[in-house]
């Protein structure tokens, strides 16, 4: 007896799809220092894709302005409560290094700009311009200047000196805090031109009235 198959008809071929094509994600959000196009020693801000202007990281601005806030507020408090001056003095030449390899070598270098860019890596970034953090780290570069030299050569006595610390140390309390950057607004209220990328948006958003902001139809 031989054993019958079923017949086996050939099925038409199906059109193969393409494949979907493969997206590489990039590394780091938009704007992040892996999409930098320029990596140059000596440059003041940072060139990022879609942006037509040097910028900088506001998170690590901000990071930095903590750090050393924490620093000074410690060595004025030192040096306050046992007048002895030298931890000051040490941090005076410390935010005078900072702040002079910020404005004429590159902020990647100073110290407390890359420990602040470390701690915030993993946050999205919030790119601010670079002209008005000129004004306001050489505001702070100023008054590095003068705090050492008042400790060193002019020998001037040491309630002022504290005064010119406690100034120093409010604006960077206001920054790292409430993200107001005092050299920022100084640029903006004497700059010839209009100011882009301000910290917090302040150079484009309208606040609402206090009325408004405290009325339902304000919190709605």
Known sequence: MTARFPAVTAQPSQPRRNAPAVTHQPRYPLGYSGAMTSTATYEFGEKVEGIDMPVFNERAVRASAGILFLLGFS???????????????????????????????????????????????????????APQKRMAWALGFTMAIVACLGFGF??????????????????????????ICIGCELYRAFARTKPELCPGDVCEYTPPTRRSLFSPEGRS
Not at 86 to 114: S, V, W
Not at 170 to 176: H, K, N
């Open 75 to 129: 060595a004025a408090s030192y040096a306050f409560f046992t007048n002895d001056f030298q931890p000051l003095q040490g941090f005076a030449i410390l935010f005078l290094l900072d702040m002079g390899i910020r404005l004429t070598l590159n902020h990647r270098f100073a110290p407390t700009m890359a420990l602040g860019a470390l701690i915030v890596r993993r946050q999205r970034p919030e790119w601010v311009g």
């Open 154 to 179: 002019l020998d001037i006595p040491a309630a002022i000196m504290l005064a010119v610390c406690g100034v120093c140390l409010a604006f960077m309390f206001l920054e790292t805090a409430f993200g």
